[in-house]
């Protein structure tokens, strides 16, 4: 693969032809903040935080639409890049509810980490700002409209991972705002809540709702594990506090899936700290469900079984897996079934 040489804050780097500024300055050790860009999306260019300074060119250019090429210098943190990032954010930041402090995405937001970094503060500006009602309509998303910055990374994911399109840009100029079609409730849309615009989403915009509220970002531990709802073996991020489940997120590094996890993967572990959950097997006696030994109901289900293959023969037993099992757990079920029991009455529930 032909590559380029280009020099970024003096330093020179050697990249592929057609890496953006931005990614050669990234390989540079260089920091330069994005806020629409995804390296899993589209490239729309649409923040300009990203900004940097080209020999040559007339203008700052948006390092993450712009292509490297042999020889370009690039000065990533110049007084003129400074102060056009910090306009950037002071006008994000004129137009942003001034609740850090109680944020439930504090500690995990973008434009927090950058507003810091740059030493920015609202007030700049003034101005009308939006004041849109919380939209908690949908089961498991809450979208507060007013601390969305508009970068799009949301309805992109939703478009080009999901296949689904079911946001998009509404209205123009200062009402522009991301919403579904004929902006209906998220609740009414074909949305089937996989949960994508949540986890791409750079600010509070986009919160989930069985979290809200239950713990700061930095007092949640991250546990890696894998999706019990079926056999694919999505990894996903436990969400861990005081010893408690609060939700799922995901996790760009899981080799299966990345970020992308389906509704029950995403926000179907209330199930854990249920309080009608089964914890113990149960035995019926006397017409009654009674608590048992795991040694108990094991004996008595082997007895069962014992009882009816010598009564009605092995044909008369059948077992049905299930997609939500490893293959291991199934190839021992098949194989309890074959050797075990002696029969080929073995079926799964995903086979149809």
Not at 65 to 83: Q, R
Not at 215 to 234: D, L, M, Q
Request: aromatic content about 6%; charged content about 25%.
């Amino acid at each position: 693969m032909p590559t380029v040489t280009l020099t970024v804050d003096g330093k020179q780097v050697s990249v592929p032809k057609g890496t953006t500024v931005l990614e050669a300055a990234w390989k540079a050790g260089a920091f330069v903040p994005t806020l629409c860009h995804d390296p899993e999306l589209t490239k729309p260019g649409a923040c300009r935080i990203c900004v940097v300074e080209v020999k040559g060119a007339r203008n700052l250019v948006a390092s993450c639409v712009t292509d490297a090429v042999e020889g370009m210098v690039v000065e990533t943190a110049t007084p003129a890049v400074v102060e056009a990032r910090k306009t950037i954010l002071e006008l994000l930041l004129d137009n942003h509810p001034e609740d850090c402090l109680t944020c439930h995405q504090a500690g995990d937001c973008k434009l927090q980490d950058y507003a810091y970094f740059y030493n920015v503060k609202p007030g700049a500006f003034g101005g009308e700002a939006h004041k849109y009602d919380l939209e908690d309509d949908n089961l498991f998303i809450v979208r507060n409209m007013n601390k969305c910055i508009l970068c799009g990374k949301c309805l992109r994911a939703c478009e080009e991972k999901q296949g689904r399109a079911v946001i998009d840009f509404a209205y123009r100029g200062f009402k522009t705002k991301v919403t579904t079609a004929m902006d209906k409730p998220l609740a009414d849309s074909v949305c089937v809540s996989c949960g994508s615009c949540v986890a791409i989403c750079p600010t509070g915009a986009l919160t989930e709702k069985a979290m809200l509220g239950k713990a700061r970002k930095w007092e949640i531990e991250k546990v890696r594990t894998t999706c019990p709802f079926c056999g694919v073996g999505c990894n996903f991020d436990l969400n861990v506090h005081q010893g408690k489940v609060l939700g799922v997120t995901s996790n760009a590094a899981s080799p299966t899936n990345g970020r992308d996890m389906c509704v029950k993967g995403r926000f179907g572990v209330d199930y854990v700290h249920n309080p009608n959950r089964l914890t113990t097997p149960l035995i019926k006696k006397n017409g009654q469900f009674v608590e048992s030994s795991w040694e108990e109901a094991l004996d008595l289900v082997a007895s069962k079984l014992g009882e009816i293959k010598g009564k009605y023969g092995s044909d008369s037993i059948a077992a049905l897996s299930s997609a939500r099992c490893t293959n291991e757990d199934n190839f021992v079920m098949q194989k309890f079934m074959r050797a075990g029991i002696g029969t080929n009455n073995v079926d799964h529930c995903a086979r149809t």
